[in-house]
């Protein structure tokens, strides 16, 4: 019956391998808004290899290739940066035979058709370790960037931890702020030795910079990050601001005078949303500038004397502008994933791209149908100037959905098939975003994506729900924190909420509804077959159990405080009340759990804990562990593999 059961599978899901997606990373724009540099990169179904490309420029008004540069072939490419003056572009190619970094620099031609691009580069030095936000001194003289030596894992909490033995926390490894000089030479380290710096920005003298930073641990201190000047001579880190909630995106005004940056309650270092806070530079309490704004800021950038911020409102992605007296205006708005490509390498994404004098903007956008495209053009009309992915959009129907419940706005997206056919109800796949500072935006999807996309489910015979509870990013700071100290309360509430309104709008068959997620969504659908019978199904990815044995096994426990207010030594009984376990005895769902062997975020353990008690029970349960793998699963045999069985899963317990 399995093998029977696994053929049809294949019959019915042509998207299981998927089509080639032209992918565009790393977007920069040139200085006079004439050229765009990007790594274009395809990925090919059941690729053995994590796709690479070249860094490729292209002409703004017209999207025409003017040159490639890629003078390493075993070197993927990232952190794009334009000089000052546009003639030059540095970039980062990390060679993973050689297990090393290079800081590579190209002379660009400034007539605008870059006719003779490069096909190589100069390198300026090579090292072993990780690096990321390479930029620019204002003069074009020096190269800043953060790099960690002789690294043994790959930056951030979603990568797979380093091996846990000997003397635990004695080796704690430092990302620091690096300079070099534009003509090459020795690089140095700038930032003091025992602080990690997630984010920098210069100051406009060029003689310094300002950054979020945190003593010890980098995987779990971001959360508590100061706001700090670092002294570009000599180094001396000089603190500017301590507040009691996430920071990220510090920028410097162009008169050096004040810092603006991101605050909120935020989950993970790089997932940013919050409100438009400034600071003097000589320091002090933070002042909000977006008070009572319904969206989350994800990123801030000073051009031609103005601020602009990108945010979610609501269900829109948007460029904001700041005018001088701190007043806001919408400059663009589309309902799309707007993203300047980052790969999740390290850098903070931010989400768009602009000339010098901010009059010209570019950014990837895609969304439930249509694959990614680089839109550019005047802040105000930017349009489509790539065609590499257009044969690939696919007819869906798509639907955003707004409901109310106990006083809260909550808005989700509903993807089912262009044309449902008449009289035929579909089972329903509601998708969990984690977090919980996130929110689920429409995206196309790709097939190195260890989740499957929206279009694959509806392709495969399903409507897919993806709910923005209270706790996600897109409708305010009072949203984002609506769920503190509640974790599957009111969040769980508003999710049951959306779907009865999703059933009354789409031919939905309700005995057939299947729930998942991962990370936080993977607690939440623990939390959801402990809580209600509602769903016939359930896959949860890295999910969390117990949430008093978590904090003990967790490598970023500093990121619970915000949400708990107190350790689980102090307050347990709040962690227990938010634990799956303690309501295990309710649970009769079938579910499927995967997690990564050295996951930092959401360890191995939790998801043991919860495959026991279900087994235990007598629940159809199955666990899988990947080896090596992080909290981001990312070898394709691997995320070949998860796709394939969560398509198996669904298939046997919600036939399509």
Known sequence: MRRILVSIVALLVPALAGAAVHEYKFLSMSPDGSRIAAVETVTQPDSEKEPRGPVVIRAVKDGQVQGQIDPCSSCSYSSLAWSPDGSELAFLAVDSDAVSVQIDLAPVAQDGSVSAAPAGATTLTTFNGTAGSLS???????????????????????????????????????????????????????SPADHYVYEYDWMPDGRGFVATTAKGNGDNNWWIAELASVDGATGRLRSLAKPPYQISMPRVSPDGKRVWLIGGLMSDFG???????????????????????????????????????????????????????????????????????????????????????????????????????????????????????????????????????????????????????????????????????????PHFGRDDDFQASPREWVERGYYVFLPNPRGSFGQGDSFTRANVRDFGGGDFRDILTGVDAVLKTAPIDESRMGIYG????????????????????AIAGAGIADWISYYGENGIDSWMMPFFGKSAYDDPAVYRAASPLESIKQAKTPTLMYVGELDVECPAPQSFEFWHALHALGVPTQLVVYAGAGHRIRKPEQVRDVRKREAEWFAKYLTP
């Open 136 to 190: 620019w001194s204002p003069k074009g003289k020096v190269l800043a960037l953060l790099a960690t030596l002789e690294a043994k894992k790959l930056a951030g909490a979603l990568e797979a931890s380093a091996p846990q033995v000997g003397e635990i926390g004695e080796d704690t490894q430092e990302q620091r702020i690096a300079v070099i000089s534009r003509n090459g030479g020795s690089m140095r380290l700038v």
């Open 271 to 441: 997932t940013v949303g919050g409100d438009v806070y400034e600071v003097a530079i000589e320091g002090g309490a933070p002042a909000k500038r977006t008070p009572g704004f319904r969206g989350s800021f994800g990123s801030l950038m000073w051009k031609g004397g103005r601020l602009y911020g990108g945010a979610l409102v609501v269900d829109l992605a948007s460029i904001i502008e700041f005018d001088p007296a701190g007043t806001m205006a919408s400059r663009w708005s589309a309902p799309v994933l707007a993203s300047t490509g980052d790969d999740g390498s390290g850098d903070v994404d931010p989400i768009f791209t602009m000339s010098a004098d901010g009059k010209t903007a570019a950014t990837v956008v895609e969304d439930f149908s249509h694959p990614p495209a680089i839109v550019a053009g005047p802040m105000g009309d930017m349009k489509a100037i790539t065609t590499d992915n257009v044969d690939l959009a696919a007819p869906l129907m798509v639907k955003s959905v707004n409901w109310i419940n106990e006083g809260y706005n909550v808005q989700g997206w509903l993807v089912g098939p262009a044309h449902a056919q008449a009289g035929k109800r579909y089972p329903l796949l509601v998708r969990v975003h984690g977090g919980p500072g996130w929110a689920l935006p």
């Open 518 to 537: 991962h990370s936080y969504g993977g607690f939440m659908t623990m939390w959801a077959v402990t809580h209600s019978q509602r769903f016939k199904t």
